[in-house]
């Protein structure tokens, strides 16, 4: 059985103001997306995209994840909470970012791109598709620190005891997160996105393999005590997954027919 280290959410600190390490990792996230981006622009990317291009969709995005991230948490999983305390809403400080939020987000901002600069919608996501993981991994790492989005209790030997969950141990569920959603998708996308494939192959194998591999580890996560199992006994995670997989295999089927 492990302890929780129990790291304090707050890195620095100089009088009243504070930086949460949550936060950094968000950072960290952005910063290693806009580097993987440059590379494979410099690399040729996909013929589309230019610097330019680039970073006026890196700053829409960036907002699409912040704001769509905490609106979806809000929206999709405490929206009563919320409405009794509307000034919370802008406390992301504190926690609270969904994943499926930020997605819409993003998308978004990739309709707005495309619209722009006249580029192919599928041709803008085909690029951002393999950048998406290293910023998943960071915030898992963030929410690990945080010691939050604890796993189901276990007795395997890696079981974590975590400040807040109780006595009994925990699967570690951010760190299945942060290797399954942040390191093995983001190896499976850019291994298939270096060569050429059908329009629209690389952004379905994103939702394949995110749906696929956030069903798969909210087995092991806690969910959330405010909704706990749905039907089914699936998770909301689960549940906001499904659609993600049936649209991606649909998108792989339709640019298969394209070759």
Do not use: C
Request: proline content about 5%.
């Amino acid at each position: 059985m492990l302890i929780h280290p129990q790291i304090d959410p707050v890195a620095i600190a100089i009088g009243p103001l504070a930086v949460r390490w949550y936060g950094l990792m968000y950072l960290v996230g952005f910063g290693a997306a806009f580097l993987l981006a440059r590379s494979r622009i410099k690399q040729g990317g996909n013929g589309v995209i230019s610097y330019a291009v680039f970073d006026d969709l890196f700053f829409f995005s960036v907002l699409g994840v912040v704001l769509g991230g905490r609106l979806g948490y809000v929206l999709f999983y405490k929206p009563g909470y919320y409405v009794s305390h509307p000034l919370e809403i802008l406390a992301v400080w504190q926690g609270g970012m969904a994943f499926h939020g930020g997605f819409l987000g993003v998308l978004l901002a990739m309709v707005y791109i495309a619209r722009k600069h006249r580029i192919r919608w599928f041709a803008i996501t085909d690029f951002i598709a393999p950048l998406v993981p290293p910023a998943l991994a960071a915030g898992r790492i963030g929410n690990f620190i945080n010691g939050e989005l604890w796993g189901r209790t276990t007795d395997v030997a890696w079981g974590m005891v975590f400040r807040g969950a109780g006595a009994l141990p925990r699967h570690p569920s951010q760190l299945y997160q942060f290797a399954l959603e942040g390191v093995l998708l983001f190896v499976v996308l850019w291994l298939y996105s270096a060569k050429p494939r059908p329009t629209g192959a690389v952004s379905a194998m994103f939702l394949i393999g995110y749906g696929v591999l956030r069903f798969a580890a909210e087995f092991f996560r806690e969910p959330d005590d405010f909704l706990g199992l749905l039907a089914f006994n699936l998770s909301m995670g689960q549940w906001l997954s499904l659609p993600m997989i049936l649209a991606g295999i649909a998108m792989l089927a339709w640019a298969g027919r394209k070759v």
